[in-house]
């Protein structure tokens, strides 16, 4: 049976890691590749980089970074952040990248999806939506979630689905950094109305979070990032508790 | 111990070269067929699409190559399915070495199927030492149904062929480079597996 999967994030800038809260205010937590050792050893079933890097410098950084993660690390991980052309992802994946994410340059030229999917296939492109609840309604932001746009995300998204991509990676703007919880509501409409694999983001702050998602939320998968690093919760300790609740997991 | 990686433009190489060299053995990637006949073991990976994958194998010529291989050869994901008869995707037509056809699955499931799944009915050397209902990672949209050359089954919607076998010729859907521990062991197994 698919076993739902438990994804820590690792936020990197300049080659190191950090995790924003609510995307400022950001804490150094360690050796991105040494960190990403230890939680492939702890049962992490996937990772994801997202590069917060603005510069030039800083990107390049990042395709060597990806090397040194796929020397050591025998789990897939994905890497996102700032990717903005074909020739962009096909140094990370020639790098070893199992997969790329892509957010605000796909809502900006939504024909690059198409164009990575013809190129590379569907299995390796994620897109990743950032999105805030405003007066009901769920709308898209880009640039690390800062700039609103008018885009509805259940008409994103399945655009997204259409043009070709492989897995959706979901970010509430009004749960992440809260560790209250998962947006499950809008969670299992897209798990409910897309057909391809969703990821949630934003709120883990408990393991009972993780249950509700991935039961109310119906989510295929689970990212966080503080509750992990800071080791608040344990990825083995995690999945038992999973287990116990009849969530299929990779034990 | 000489691997070589056929390198076709088509697969993620590197992470299956660092796999082999976690496990202490120096892999090579070349597109040369004198290269890949001479080698003691052949992987042959894919990702991506399978009609535009089989197309860069024909302009190499390695279509003509692989099916005469007499070494272990080891299919992985997209490159297990270019090894059988046919794949729908692309209505591409494949190496023929396993005789069965590769089909979509149904959207009864989420497509692409993501994740860690189990493997059970384990036969053959490959899977020496793997305990029934391991979980190993796959990627995929596409599938070979349950055959006479299935060698491991995994269940997404219904039963079908995780791993194949023919002769020399062995196939995973899933990617052993990718999936920890097990995965490690399997390609180890593949490394000591007879030399024809």
Not at chain 1, 171 to 195: I, P, Q, R, W
Not at chain 2, 158 to 185: I, R
């Amino acid at each position: 049976m698919l076993t739902k999967r438990i994804i820590p994030c690792l936020d990197i800038k300049n080659g190191r890691t950090v995790k924003g809260i609510n995307f400022v205010d950001l804490r150094d937590a360690g050796d991105p590749v040494e960190l990403a050792e230890i939680y492939a050893k702890s049962g992490a079933d996937e990772l994801v980089f997202l590069d917060i890097s603005a510069t030039e410098e800083g990107r390049r950084t990042l395709a060597d970074l990806v090397l040194r993660v796929a020397e050591k690390v025998n789990i897939p991980f994905t890497v996102g952040g700032g990717i903005s052309s074909v020739k962009d992802v096909d140094i990370l994946l020639h790098n070893g990248a199992d997969k790329v994410s892509i957010n605000s340059s796909a809502v900006k030229n939504p024909q690059l999806i198409n164009d990575l999917v013809a190129k590379f296939g569907s299995q390796c492109i994620v897109v990743a939506i950032d999105a805030k609840q405003i007066d009901g309604e769920w709308k898209v932001h880009l640039v690390g979630g800062k700039v609103p746009t008018e885009l509805n995300l259940f008409t994103w998204a399945k655009e997204v689905e259409k043009r070709g991509a492989g897995e959706i990676l979901f970010t509430s703007m009004n749960h992440d950094g809260t560790k209250d919880g998962f947006a499950n509501e809008a969670l299992a409409k897209l798990s409910t109305e897309l057909n391809i694999p969703i990821i949630a983001s934003g709120g883990a702050g408990t393991m009972q979070h993780f249950t509700d998602t991935f039961v109310e939320g119906k989510a295929d998968a689970a990212l966080a990032a503080s509750v992990f690093h800071f080791k608040e919760i344990e990825i083995k300790d995690l999945k038992e508790e999973l287990k116990r609740n009849n969530i299929p997991v990779r034990l | 111990m000489k691997i070589v990686i056929i390198d076709y433009g088509a697969g993620n190489i590197q992470s299956i070269k660092f796999a082999f060299q976690r496990l202490g053995y120096e892999a090579i990637l070349s597109s040369d067929a004198d290269v890949i006949m001479a080698a003691d073991k052949v992987i042959f990976p894919g990702v991506g699409e399978a009609s535009s994958a089989m197309k860069k194998l024909r302009e190499s010529k390695l279509d003509l190559i692989i099916p005469k291989l007499k070494q272990p050869v080891l299919g992985i994901c997209l490159g297990m399915q270019l090894m059988c008869h046919s794949s729908e995707e692309g209505a591409t037509e494949g190496l023929g070495i396993f005789d069965v056809d590769v089909v979509k699955f149904s959207n009864k499931v989420k497509v692409p199927q993501i994740g860690w799944n189990q493997i059970t009915n384990l036969k053959s050397d490959l899977f020496n030492n793997i305990k029934e209902k391991e979980h190993i990672y796959l990627v995929h949209s596409f599938y070979a149904p349950i055959c006479e050359e299935t060698i491991a089954e995994a269940e997404y919607g219904l039963g079908y062929s995780a791993a194949l076998k023919k002769d020399n010729f062995y196939g995973t859907q899933f990617h052993p480079e990718k999936s920890s521990e097990v995965g490690e062991k399997i390609l180890k197994n593949f490394i000591d597996s007879a030399t024809s």
